[in-house]
């Protein structure tokens, strides 16, 4: 009764995807690089979870990157 309940509605999206996001952090957080800040590993998280979407992107709309040689270069 209470898993057809209004609150419930998306509940289990929401727990894969929160689980997925563990899952990334855990391979990001490995023994080799544990002196990481929070806000760090944050945004490996977040560029890990976003690959095969920054790919696609790469791939089928290269023209509105204006990415010099398929990767981001990072200016000064």
């Known amino acids: 009764m209470a898993s057809s309940s209004r609150g ?13 996001i563990l899952s990334c952090a ?3 957080c490995s023994e080799d690089n544990t002196g990481l800040g929070c806000e760090e590993i944050n945004m490996l998280v ?3 979870m976003n690959r095969e979407f920054m790919e696609f992107m790469r791939l089928n709309y290269a023209s509105a ?3 010099l ?8």
Not at 8 to 20: D, H, K, M, T, Y
Not at 69 to 76: D, E, G, I, K
């Open 26 to 28: 855990n391979d990001v």
């Open 69 to 76: 040689h398929n990767m981001t270069l990072v200016q000064p």
């Open 46 to 48: 977040v560029l890990r």
């Open 65 to 67: 990157s204006a990415q």
């Open 8 to 20: 419930q509605i998306g509940a289990l999206c929401a727990e894969s995807f929160c689980e997925r």
